[in-house]
């Protein structure tokens, strides 16, 4: 094995022992519990929820199958991680070279566009309704 090789799949184990750390925090701890998860400091500066606002607090109830919980935490980070997701297989593991059409559709100049403009117009809504 060469030592590029052998240097990508350190970096790997690397990236999914540090994943793995993450979701366990994430499992055992709530983070509107814990002092340890850090707060938005765009909500402390403004009192406005950004809409990144409880995403932490909707991945600890997705780990524990509570979508409605989710949900009511931000909805958007339900429609973002498979977006995320389909992201990380297109871009890492060659999912770009069997579905070329795929990613120009979900990640070209447009798809970019709305996906950053749906971000912004939910963050508006979830401080005006």
Not at 17 to 30: C, I, P, R, S, W
Not at 97 to 126: C, D, N, Q
């Amino acid at each position: 094995m060469d030592r590029d090789t052998r240097f990508k799949l350190l970096i790997g184990a690397a990236i999914s022992l540090m994943l793995v750390a993450v979701v366990f925090m994430f499992y055992t701890f709530d983070p509107g519990d814990m002092p340890l998860f850090p707060k938005c400091p765009f909500l402390l500066v403004t009192g406005y929820e950004c809409p990144g606002c409880g995403s932490q607090r909707a991945v600890h109830d997705l780990l524990h199958l509570d979508l409605k919980g989710a949900f009511s935490q931000n909805a958007l980070i339900l429609f973002l991680i498979p977006y995320i997701l389909l992201g990380i297989y297109l871009g890492f593991f060659n999912g770009k070279h069997h579905f070329p059409r795929l990613e120009k559709l979900f990640f070209g100049k447009w798809a970019a566009i709305i996906v950053v403009s749906g971000i912004i117009i939910y963050g508006v809504l979830r401080n005006v309704v």
